[in-house]
């Protein structure tokens, strides 16, 4: 799906159980996804490379969605912002779910060296994959009822928990390391 210069586009992807994929939006454009009914939806940025994912992405979905970002081959070191509601990768585009219930949410990064702020959580299930590069995260707060798991893939990475109440038991941090 690719969304035209300067048009506000909506997908409107009906009841049942649905996968959308977006590889483009232009920088002047906003795309409203509409999951509708389904337990089982699944939205997918990228293929890979979010290069072409410049403008405003917006997600409803009442039932539970999937959300997996993927940057994995573009070479590129990203700096990913994630808060409750929204998700912005810096010159790039930011993913508004504030409307939405997230089953899971799973960002993969690339290999040249990422970094993450992680201000806030969803409900849910949230999953960094940090990419094969030397990555940082800082999480600064997570939200109850939430579980956020941080991949450190490859390379020098370092995580950093600061601030926040990270000692509710309604939340959990995990660190792995392939």
Request: no cysteine; aromatic share 2%; charged share 15%.
């Amino acid at each position: 799906m690719a969304s035209l210069a300067g048009i506000a586009t909506r997908i409107n992807a009906g009841n049942g159980n649905d996968l959308v994929t977006v590889l483009a939006v232009d920088s002047l454009a906003t795309l409203t996804i509409d999951l509708q009914i389904g337990a089982g939806d699944l939205l997918k940025l990228g293929d890979g490379s979010l290069t072409n994912l410049l403008g405003d992405i917006r997600v409803i979905d009442a039932d539970g969605v999937g959300i997996a970002i993927d940057d994995t081959a573009s070479g590129i070191a990203r700096r990913v912002t994630l808060d409750a509601n929204v998700v912005t990768y810096s010159d790039l585009f930011s993913l508004d779910d504030s409307v939405a219930t997230l089953s899971s949410l799973t960002l993969s990064g690339s290999n040249a060296g990422n970094s993450y702020l992680v201000i806030a959580t969803k409900p849910g299930v949230t999953t960094l994959n940090t990419g094969l590069g030397d990555d940082t995260t800082v999480v600064t707060g997570t939200s109850a009822m939430s579980a956020l798991t941080i991949q450190g893939q490859h390379g020098t990475d370092s995580v950093t928990l600061s601030g926040g109440d990270r000692s509710s038991e309604h939340s959990r941090v995990g660190l792995h390391r392939e």
